[in-house]
Nanobody, 124 residues
């Protein structure tokens, strides 16, 4: 399996930007589809973005489409989430997840490994 460690969270004003990173170690990173999920207090974990093995296939939740961009660097075993035009409703704990398949999924249940999360707080 793969171990995941997120970084890059923090406090930002509405309209600002943050870049989250997820470093993977262990099993062959390039054979994992990768996803970002988030969970706000009192809410269920929700899908944010996902990317296939090669990075050619990306998917986004409607709520972040056009503002967030997911990317990966298989040589460095990292996946990133560039978040622009942040809104207070983007405030959540953001998780990186790995799926041992090339097919991405919008369901958290389909992912095999998870990081510990990084907090993003957007002030109004």
């Amino acid at each position: 399996q793969v171990q995941l460690v997120e970084s890059g969270g923090g406090l930002v004003q509405a309209g600002g930007s943050l870049r989250l990173s997820c470093a993977a170690s262990g099993r062959t990173f390039s054979r994992y589809a990768m996803g970002w999920f988030r969970q706000a207090p009192g809410k269920e974990r929700e899908f944010v973005a996902a990317i296939g093995w090669s990075g050619g296939s990306t998917h986004y939740a409607d709520s972040v489409n056009g503002r967030f961009a997911i990317s990966r660097d298989n040589a460095k075993s990292t996946v990133s989430l560039q978040m622009n035009s942040l809104k207070p409703e983007d405030t959540a704990l953001y998780f990186c997840a790995a799926r041992w398949r090339d097919m991405v999924s919008y369901s958290a249940d389909d992912y095999d490994n998870w990081g510990q999360g990084t907090q993003v707080t957007v002030s109004s």
